[in-house]
């Protein structure tokens, strides 16, 4: 069956059971209501932890699927502060961490062996510590240490759970004024844009009006290269490598301007004598004129630069909130990572690979 027709034979969940047997694609659409109830998910405050104290920079321990709202609230904060956002993505956590640190420990299984070293380390440093998980030991630590929690529903793969993983974080820190922003009405815009997005980019539209499976199809075979045209797209454009790296099962690379064009742009001289088939996404911003003009003619010279050897698509964030335009490109990325699934064959839910490493490491003990 061409391409074409096969991500049109996926409108039905029957349809899509050989695909994608545990429904990944039905999570995805499902995103839009897993934010609007991420955003109610209450807070539990025990009586542990360190002495109250001054918060003056917040540091996001976790990996993976669970990290990534770690990095939304980052941009989120260098856009209000007033302090800084850092995302830690290792055993250990940065030396500064102390008492005026706020650790957010956030890990969907709540088993991860890097967050639970991670926490430790926080324990030890009398930071100012809350967890969000769904359970594991994660969750066991931060009741027994009288940690503020956020226990999120559970059972889905972490990826998939973004909105349950940032949406806690966001209001644990707005709630505390470590955000000078209201976000009631950017929230009510975001799930708005995402379930437009969703109508538009369902699995019942057709490809020709889709373009998400537009954009699959034209992945299809290549090796997809992201890249931010600035600011908040940077971490978005990781986003997509990992949703490309994680549901399609390919190898995928980010970057972001203007750092891009001061190394990586070279890479493109001689790209084609490593491989043929590239495909570079721009993800875009209608505001990005007013944030600074400058870039856009980087965003033309290093599309014509790139469009040499690889072909060279653009996709553009959607609303006016930093929080929906970021949520935006997010979701698009979703889409087009699970229609590629479907056309390569793989299944976007498993991650055998990931289950056998995390496995080999318990074996140490
Ligand atoms: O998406 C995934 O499954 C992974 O990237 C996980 O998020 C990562 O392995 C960390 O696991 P957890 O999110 O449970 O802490």
Request: hydrophobic share 40%; glycine share 8%; aromatic share 10%.
């Given at each position: 069956?061409?391409?074409?027709?096969?991500?049109?034979?996926?409108?039905?969940?029957?349809?899509?059971?050989?695909?994608?047997?545990?429904?990944?694609?039905?999570?995805?659409?499902?995103f839009p209501?897993?934010c609007?109830?991420?955003?109610?998910?209450?807070?539990?405050?025990?009586?542990?932890?360190?002495?109250?104290?001054?918060?003056?920079?917040?540091?996001?321990?976790?990996?993976?699927?669970?990290?990534?709202?770690?990095?939304?609230?980052?941009?989120?904060?260098?856009?209000?502060?007033?302090?800084?956002?850092?995302?830690?993505?290792?055993?250990?956590?940065?030396?500064?961490?102390?008492?005026?640190?706020?650790?957010?420990?956030?890990?969907?299984?709540?088993?991860?062996?890097?967050?639970?070293?991670?926490?430790?380390?926080?324990?030890?440093?009398?930071?100012?510590?809350?967890?969000?998980?769904?359970?594991?030991?994660?969750?066991?630590?931060?009741?027994?240490?009288?940690?503020?929690?956020?226990?999120?529903?559970?059972?889905?793969?972490?990826?998939?759970?973004?909105?349950?993983?940032?949406?806690?974080?966001?209001?644990?820190?707005?709630?505390?004024?470590?955000?000078?922003?209201?976000?009631?009405?950017?929230?009510?815009e975001t799930v708005h844009v995402l379930e437009q997005l969703a109508?538009r980019l369902?699995?019942?539209?057709?490809?020709?009006?889709?373009?998400a499976?537009?954009?699959?199809?034209?992945?299809?075979?290549?090796?997809?290269?992201?890249?931010?045209?600035?600011?908040y797209r940077?971490?978005v454009?990781?986003?997509?490598?990992?949703?490309?790296?994680?549901?399609?099962?390919?190898?995928?690379?980010?970057?972001?301007?203007?750092?891009?064009?001061?190394?990586?742009?070279?890479?493109?001289?001689?790209?084609?004598?490593?491989?043929?088939?590239?495909?570079?996404?721009?993800l875009r911003d209608p505001?990005?004129?007013?944030?600074?003009?400058?870039?856009?003619?980087?965003?033309?010279?290093?599309?014509?630069?790139?469009?040499?050897?690889?072909?060279?698509?653009?996709v553009y964030a959607e609303g006016e909130s930093l929080l929906a335009r970021l949520f935006s490109l997010v979701y698009i990325a979703d889409f087009?990572?699970?229609?590629?699934?479907?056309?390569?064959?793989?299944?976007?839910?498993?991650?055998?690979?990931?289950?056998?490493?995390?496995?080999?490491?318990?074996?140490?003990?």
């Amino acid at each position: 069956m061409p391409e074409e027709n096969r991500l049109d034979a996926i409108a039905t969940r029957e349809q899509r059971a050989t695909v994608d047997p545990q429904g990944m694609l039905d999570l995805v659409l499902k995103f839009p209501d897993q934010c609007r109830e991420a955003v109610s998910i209450p807070w539990h405050y025990g009586v542990g932890g360190s002495e109250p104290a001054e918060t003056r920079r917040i540091a996001v321990t976790g990996l993976g699927g669970s990290a990534i709202g770690g990095d939304f609230l980052r941009c989120l904060a260098d856009e209000y502060g007033p302090i800084p956002v850092m995302v830690n993505r290792d055993y250990h956590l940065p030396h500064w961490v102390n008492r005026n640190t706020l650790v957010i420990a956030a890990s969907y299984s709540g088993n991860t062996e890097e967050t639970l070293q991670a926490i430790r380390d926080a324990g030890l440093a009398e930071a100012q510590i809350a967890v969000v998980t769904s359970g594991g030991r994660l969750a066991e630590i931060a009741k027994h240490a009288g940690y503020a929690y956020a226990l999120v529903p559970g059972g889905q793969p972490p990826r998939s759970a973004t909105g349950y993983m940032f949406f806690p974080q966001l209001n644990f820190l707005a709630h505390r004024s470590l955000l000078r922003h209201t976000f009631d009405k950017d929230i009510e815009e975001t799930v708005h844009v995402l379930e437009q997005l969703a109508r538009r980019l369902g699995p019942e539209v057709p490809t020709a009006q889709n373009v998400a499976k537009q954009l699959a199809q034209a992945l299809y075979g290549k090796i997809p290269v992201i890249y931010g045209s600035q600011g908040y797209r940077g971490v978005v454009a990781y986003r997509w490598k990992c949703q490309f790296n994680e549901n399609t099962k390919i190898a995928a690379f980010s970057n972001v301007l203007p750092e891009q064009n001061h190394n990586e742009i070279l890479a493109w001289v001689q790209a084609n004598k490593q491989a043929q088939n590239w495909a570079v996404v721009f993800l875009r911003d209608p505001q990005e004129r007013s944030e600074n003009p400058r870039i856009l003619r980087r965003v033309e010279v290093t599309q014509e630069l790139v469009g040499r050897v690889a072909g060279v698509y653009e996709v553009y964030a959607e609303g006016e909130s930093l929080l929906a335009r970021l949520f935006s490109l997010v979701y698009i990325a979703d889409f087009v990572s699970v229609y590629l699934a479907y056309l390569y064959g793989v299944c976007p839910t498993e991650i055998s690979y990931i289950d056998h490493l995390k496995e080999e490491l318990t074996k140490l003990g």
